[in-house]
């Protein structure tokens, strides 16, 4: 097996999943409706006459994020892939395990911002485990799954889009990239751009969330796929929605809907926006005949989004259209934000240590 097909960091290939994840599998189930998919942020399964959605994920906290941002963030980040489902979260089962270092003052902040926020949201906390090991190490310290039970109607599967329907994009590319690196690394960006667009960058941090996104959207119309542009960012997103649609699709690139503060940020630490990790990003197709609506309900909720291209035969491929014309898009594979936060992690501690 090619060494490339699984990364140093950050999550393993379309390649890998499709050699040693997919073919294996476990048992056949006829309750399933949805199972692992390229570009699907769940899996569904049949209860009776509903339709139980389930996403599951690490519990990441970041402490440079400060204890309270962290669990919100932390919590978010797993709600946001039952909320593409088109079906809300309603229960949340987690796994806690924590560094040692990890004290009771600390454990009360998080747990108190997770009960705060889930309650907000309607979401019970049903069962978990929560205790401190050895080797475990921030900012993976466990996992959780969420669950959101609704009717069949209600599920937005990506294998029922259609050719034509139109791609939507809400806040941008690099979302969770700015948001994390204007927290951690404050400095680089106030040395290079000001304090201004340092704390106009750390601000980005509160839009790392689909949850809105996802729910304005099918309250406003017919979406037909949903996805959360997270590991690599726009290309990789709009890579695994087409995929997972069975389409092709056509972007183009001047249409997408940018933050100046992200490019700006994204410039500092030499990243490519569109190829970066973006919680909160929200790719959508949605049908024709609702994407003025659409765009009119996130534009009256204050999410900036834009139409940006359209889901073509799956094999016209999926193209993208910029100032050099039109070529093939290919998945990142690679996200340059973990290089980055590793690589300036180590500039931050030679600084601390001069």
Request: glycine share 8%; net charge negative.
């Given at each position: 097996?090619?060494?490339?097909k699984?990364?140093?960091l950050?999550?393993?290939?379309p ?14 189930d006829?309750t ?6 390229h ?9 009776g006459?509903q339709?139980m959605?389930?996403s599951?994920d690490p519990f990441?906290?970041a402490?440079?994020?400060g204890?309270?941002r962290?669990?919100w963030?932390?919590?978010h980040i ?5 909320a ?8 949340f089962?987690?796994?806690?395990n924590l560094?040692p270092e ?5 454990l ?5 911002t997770?009960?705060e926020?889930?309650?907000r949201l ?11 090991y050895?080797?475990c ?5 466990g996992?959780?799954?969420v669950?959101?039970v609704?009717?069949p109607?209600e599920?937005?599967d990506p294998?029922k889009a ?8 809400t806040?941008?590319p690099?979302i ?10 404050p400095?680089?960006i106030t040395?290079?751009l ?5 704390r ?7 839009q790392?969330?689909v ?6 959207v099918t ?5 037909t796929?949903?996805h ?5 960012g726009?290309?990789g ?8 649609s069975?389409h092709?699709l056509?972007v183009?690139?001047d249409?997408?809907v ?7 940020v994204?410039?500092?630490?030499d990243?490519d926006?569109?190829?970066?990790i973006?919680e ?6 949605v049908?024709?005949?609702s994407a003025?609506a659409?765009?009119?309900a ?12 359209e889901l073509?035969?799956k094999e016209?491929?999926i193209?993208v ?8 898009l290919?998945h990142?594979k ?11 992690l ?9």
């Amino acid at each position: 097996m090619s060494a490339t097909k699984l990364p140093p960091l950050g999550k393993a290939t379309p390649e890998f999943f499709d050699e040693v994840i997919f073919p294996r599998l476990g048992a056949t189930d006829p309750t399933v409706r949805v199972g692992p998919t390229h570009g699907v942020d769940f899996g569904a399964v049949e209860i009776g006459d509903q339709i139980m959605v389930m996403s599951c994920d690490p519990f990441f906290i970041a402490p440079s994020l400060g204890w309270e941002r962290a669990a919100w963030f932390a919590f978010h980040i797993l709600l946001s892939d039952v909320a593409v489902s088109g079906i809300p979260a309603r229960y949340f089962t987690v796994d806690l395990n924590l560094p040692p270092e990890m004290d009771e003052e600390t454990l009360t902040t998080i747990w108190n911002t997770i009960h705060e926020e889930a309650k907000r949201l309607g979401v019970a906390i049903v069962t978990g485990h929560t205790a401190r090991y050895a080797g475990c190490s921030y900012p993976m310290v466990g996992g959780a799954t969420v669950i959101g039970v609704g009717r069949p109607e209600e599920l937005v599967d990506p294998r029922k889009a259609s050719q034509g329907d139109i791609v939507i994009i809400t806040k941008g590319p690099a979302i969770e990239t700015t948001g994390l690196m204007s927290m951690q690394f404050p400095e680089f960006i106030t040395e290079a751009l000001g304090e201004d667009t340092t704390r106009r960058a750390q601000e980005v941090f509160y839009q790392m969330s689909v949850v809105r996104d996802a729910a304005i959207v099918t309250k406003a119309g017919r979406a037909t796929a949903m996805h959360d542009a997270t590991e690599c960012g726009i290309w990789g997103a709009l890579f695994e929605i087409a995929s997972a649609s069975g389409h092709g699709l056509l972007v183009d690139k001047d249409s997408i809907v940018t933050q100046d503060v992200v490019m700006e940020v994204c410039e500092v630490f030499d990243i490519d926006p569109y190829k970066a990790i973006s919680e909160g990003t929200l790719v959508a197709t949605v049908a024709p005949e609702s994407a003025d609506a659409v765009l009119a309900a996130l534009d009256a909720e204050g999410i900036p989004a834009s139409a940006v291209g359209e889901l073509l035969p799956k094999e016209r491929g999926i193209i993208v259209r910029d100032e050099h014309g039109e070529h093939d898009l290919k998945h990142p594979k690679v996200d340059p934000f973990w290089i980055r936060f590793e690589e300036y992690l180590g500039k931050q501690a030679e600084r601390r240590k001069a």
